[in-house]
């Protein structure tokens, strides 16, 4: 026995999310991680020695089993996250030099490349800027939803809102008008109602209208 889980030990699981969709999936130890689209995560077969160790490239969150004799630590390029028993999201876009640690539940411990630390309760989320953590109260919990499939306009942000549609229906949104749209409306948008329905509710209340080019994935706004 000892032989054969030293044997799943060294093997590595990978998994990355296609553009424009989501997966669930449950590691050895009970965690439940929802991976958003283009995430990709490492994670042993089987978890042995004294933390429990995954290594994470894009959004994800992590519901973590407890188990206060073994840590869970989720890698990424920019920190280490290391938790007990706790619900959390992180977002690590190394491409975009973004890295972003939201606490729901529980506690974490956030360390740096250059060792900086920082804790955070639930309700916290911590941004790193240019080396250094910077530490606010989550002010839309409603952001982290999207492991259910929703999208929450809760900001006249049209960047933003227009960035998690993109994400959500790998699309490429082009303005098309002197200027950017303001969001009116507040609500929820359910991905599984398609792109021309999301798109109909966030630019409701506006005088913007949009075209979908199906063939190269792309949304004009005008």
């Given amino acids: 026995?000892?032989?054969?889980e030293r044997g799943w030990e060294q093997l590595t699981n990978r998994v990355v999310v296609p553009a424009g969709q989501r997966i669930n999936l449950t590691l050895q130890d009970g965690t439940s991680v929802w991976l958003n689209s283009g995430a990709e995560i490492e994670y042993p077969a089987l978890f042995a020695g004294d933390t429990r160790q995954v290594r994470l490239k894009g959004t994800a969150l992590f519901d973590v089993s407890h188990d206060a004799g073994h840590?869970?630590?989720?890698?990424?390029?920019?920190?280490?996250?290391e938790v007990l028993g706790t619900r959390f999201n992180v977002n690590a876009d190394e491409q975009h030099g973004i890295f972003s640690t939201a606490l729901l539940r529980g506690k974490v411990r956030i360390t740096s490349e250059q060792n900086e630390t920082v804790a955070l309760i639930a309700g916290q989320?911590?941004?790193?800027?240019?080396?250094h953590f910077v530490k606010q109260s989550?002010?839309?919990?409603?952001?982290?939803?999207?492991?259910?499939?929703?999208?929450?306009?809760?900001?006249?942000?049209?960047?933003?809102?227009?960035?998690?549609?993109?994400?959500a229906y790998n699309v490429k949104m082009e303005l098309q008008c002197k200027e950017v749209p303001v969001i009116k409306y507040?609500?929820?948008?359910?991905?599984?109602?398609?792109?021309e329905h999301a798109l109909k509710i966030l630019l409701a209340g506006t005088d913007r209208t949009f075209e979908i080019d199906y063939e190269t994935n792309r949304v004009y706004i005008r």
């Fill in 138 to 167: 989550i002010e839309r919990p409603d952001d982290y939803l999207w492991p259910d499939g929703i999208i929450a306009l809760n900001s006249s942000s049209f960047t933003h809102l227009a960035a998690k549609i993109e994400r």
């Fill in 125 to 131: 989320y911590a941004d790193l800027q240019n080396g």
């Fill in 1 to 4: 026995v000892a032989h054969r």
């Fill in 186 to 195: 507040r609500g929820k948008i359910r991905i599984v109602e398609g792109l």
């Fill in 71 to 81: 840590p869970f630590v989720v890698e990424t390029y920019a920190c280490r996250v």
